[in-house]
């Protein structure tokens, strides 16, 4: 008889525009791969077809030149609806079937950016996530810690000073996303790791391979 596969882990990656997030993503799956283990590399808002086509709403919102787009509540409720889909048709499944999930966002990003910097609490932004996701966590999140002047070098020489609609409000916006992400990892340290991302891609990469071995033990595998 064969035995029931073990649960894939789930590894979400958060920190602010231009942190480096998609290239731990990629670096750290091809780190598991060599390890043998099953990797699937998605990303927030989007994963399914359905959430990458909200993605495209949120991120250049119909009518945003004369209607300055989203409400917050829609906004929030948007994520929320993209999150859902992503979960249930993608998440879960891969994480049942053995294959670790590495996710560029999740969760924490609607706390800091919907809940903490458009003001709208933890509490509605938790609710929303009960409802459409059951409330789900990914195993480990790892906050990139970049400071803001490296971050506003860093998207200049990324996007050249061309911004979605998130990505291009206000310094005060941002910052305030920055100070909810750390007192997110504060407040829950055993489901956070914050590691600086200042350094180059390889020293980052060096650090996350140090916490995943910490706290998942992928050595032992
Ligand atoms: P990206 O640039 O990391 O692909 O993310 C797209 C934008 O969406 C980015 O500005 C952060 C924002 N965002 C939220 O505001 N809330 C969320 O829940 C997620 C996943 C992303």
């Not at 990458?52 to 300055?68: H, Q």
């Not at 998207?155 to 291009?168: H, K, M, P, Q, V």
Request: with cysteine; proline share 4%; hydrophobic share 40%.
């Amino acid at each position: 008889m064969s035995e029931a596969l073990p649960r894939g882990r789930f590894i979400a990656f958060e920190g602010g525009e231009g942190a480096g997030k998609s290239t731990q993503a990629l670096k750290l799956a091809e780190a598991l791969r060599a390890r043998s283990i099953k990797v699937d590399v998605t990303r927030e808002p989007g994963g399914t077809p359905g959430a990458e086509a909200i993605r495209s709403l949120l991120l250049d919102p119909p009518g945003k030149d004369s209607s300055n787009g989203w409400s917050l509540k829609a906004e929030a409720l948007l994520f929320a609806a993209a999150r859902a889909d992503h979960v249930e048709h993608r998440i879960i499944p891969a994480l049942e079937s053995g294959t670790w999930v590495i996710c560029d966002r999740f969760i924490d990003s609607s706390r800091a950016y919907q809940g903490g910097a458009g003001g709208l609490g933890d509490q509605a932004i938790l609710d929303l996530h009960q409802f459409g996701s059951d409330g789900l966590r990914p195993d480990l999140t790892i906050l990139l810690d970049v400071g803001a002047d490296q971050l506003g070098q860093r998207l200049i020489e990324r996007d050249g000073g061309e911004a979605d609609a998130i990505g291009g409000r206000s310094a005060a916006y941002h910052q305030k996303v920055a100070a909810r992400f750390s007192m997110l990892a504060q407040s829950n340290p055993q489901g956070f790791t914050v590691i600086d991302g200042s350094g180059s891609p390889d020293e980052v990469h060096e650090a996350v391979m140090m916490a995943i071995n910490a706290t998942l033990g992928v050595e032992k595998r």
